[in-house]
């Protein structure tokens, strides 16, 4: 099991830069597939960026260029480097941890989430 908890949110003006920490506790957190995600009012819950325990990683497409997702496993932190933020990008930031079962079935682990508001 794995506890989640994020932070570096904030107030930012459009064109800013941000970046967020989720720092994992539990063990093996170099066995999970790591995410980034995120939900505006009204609207459901969207992968912004992803990174696999080897290091791969993938993107939104409306992210590509801006944000840059990372993971330290030496510190059990995964990171997200947002910058050119625009008021489209507000919304709260959740990391997640997924731990793949098997080839069908995964577990997934959720933080409380962080709020990004980008607003002049």
């Known amino acids: 099991q794995v506890q989640l908890v994020e932070s570096g949110g904030g107030l930012v003006q459009p064109g800013g830069s941000l970046k967020l920490s989720c720092a994992a506790s539990g063990s093996s957190f170099n066995r999970y597939a790591m995410g980034w995600y995120r939900q505006a009012p009204g609207k459901q819950r969207d992968l912004v960026a992803r990174i696999t325990s080897a290091g791969t990683t993938n993107y939104a497409d409306s992210v590509k260029g801006r944000f840059t997702i990372s993971r330290d496993n030496a510190k059990n932190t995964l990171y997200l480097q947002m910058t050119s933020l625009k008021p489209e990008d507000t919304a709260v930031y959740y990391c997640?941890?997924?731990?793949?079962?098997?080839?069908?079935?995964?577990?997934?682990?959720w933080g409380q989430g962080t709020q990004v508001t980008v607003s002049s």
């Open positions: 997640n941890a997924r731990l793949q079962l098997t080839l069908l079935s995964a577990r997934d682990y």
